[in-house]
């Protein structure tokens, strides 16, 4: 599930017909209603944070709901959003279930009518109290599925960011500064270099590379260009000074050694292993790496924020959304209500996640607490910049093709941005 957890081109899902939907509904069971049973997706591993926190909060909902089961189905991340359009507008839809948010996802669900309306519900139990307005952007859409928009159509239970992670071993045996700026991150990667290491891992197949240009982009950026190329506020230029700089930038990286050209094929689960072996000074990925890292990783080991930019990527969570065709709607509101009282909260948070409504002094472990409060700090200052991916259908393979173009020096920057432009344009709801 770690592996293109930051979309999929839903287009191409739909294309893949009723055969893709008779393959999920023959491993998800029937349509049949049953009052005391709740279906539940999700595609979060059991060791993650997620998938501890979940667990407990099962525990908890049977607990209270005497007589009432959960099923629990677990599906891939890629099963479901390939699926999820037409899965939905069957019977075979669950009660709840996790769903990817960003307009190219929960988005264009919701504007074809699959997703319930949450609005009356969210304020009734109160979550809306307990999410920042950084986070309620991706929760909520408007008629065009265009995120920050006034109806909810999820709730997410926890939170996510980049960050770099890095071998606080290596950096001590090859006397390099931990940077607190962009000029020492640079001053860094050639100390590196200069040992004979790659300083970051990478995977150009995947969604790694694509978040190394957004994240060069950023540091050129403000919330208003943000909201230009997530949200359509005004007309977004993909060949910027901005995005040039980063295209320019991530090229440059390359030949310098910087991330290895041999990456442009690695996969992100081939890179995070990697760097959990130790072949990595650093990795630039999300929080959702967190909890895996800190079970796996034999040496001594932190994170800190992209130096010298005040956005990075990073959004709420993924959502609990419910299903128009969901059987038992009320049960469903009653799970995700679970997810959010402190005692899960807290587990997720000590589990290696990013709570949303957790007691910040039940939160035991120095590098959680690190994590936790720097989002907090960047959430707070609008400091969420979402995802590359994340404006329109399809967008993600598109990204994909443009940051190994970009690696393997297949035309200029300004082509390769170019043709990033069209299918932005073409993709944007008229």
Known sequence: MIKARRGAALTAALAAGSLALTALAACGGGGESD?????????????????VAWNQAIKEFERTHPGVKVKFEEKGFEQIQKTAPMVLNSKDAPD??????????????????????????????????????????????????????????????????????????????????VPTTYPELLAAMDAF???????????????MAQ?????????????????AYQRYTVKANLTDPAWTYAATTFADWVKKGYIARSSVGGKAEDAGSAFMRGDYPMMF?????????????????????????KLTL?????????????????LAYDFIDITMKKQIQNALGNAGGIPVAADPQAITDPRTKRLVENFDSLSRNSGLAYYPDWPVPAFYDKWVAAGQKIMNGSGSPASILGEVQRAYDDGVPK
Do not use: C
């Not at 948010?101 to 307990?130: F, H, I, P, Y």
């Open 35 to 51: 009052p005391n049973e709740l279906r539940l997706w999700h595609y979060e591993s059991p060791d993650s944070a997620m998938g």
């Open 285 to 309: 990925s999300g929080s959702w790496w967190f909890g895996r890292v800190a079970k796996t990783v034999r040496f001594d080991w932190d994170t800190f924020v992209w130096p010298g930019s």
């Open 314 to 330: 990073g959004s709420g969570g993924n959502l609990w959304v419910i299903p128009k065709g969901s059987k038992n709607k009320k």
């Open 193 to 207: 270099v200069a040992k004979g290491m790659t300083p970051f891992a990478n995977a150009g197949a995947e969604y």
């Open 211 to 227: 978040q190394f240009i957004y994240q060069l982009a950023l540091d050129r950026a403000n919330p208003a260009w943000v909201d």
């Open 96 to 177: 709840v279930m996790e769903y990817n948010k960003g307009n190219a996802t929960a988005g264009l669900l919701s504007k074809q009518g699959l997703l319930e309306d949450m609005t009356a519900e969210v304020a009734k139990r109160g979550w809306d109290k307990l999410l920042a307005p950084n986070i309620q952007v991706t929760s909520k859409y408007d008629a065009r599925g265009t995120m920050g928009g006034d109806k909810w159509f999820g709730v997410p239970n926890y939170a996510e960011y980049l960050v770099v992670y890095y071998n606080k071993d290596l950096f001590e045996r090859h006397d390099v500064k």
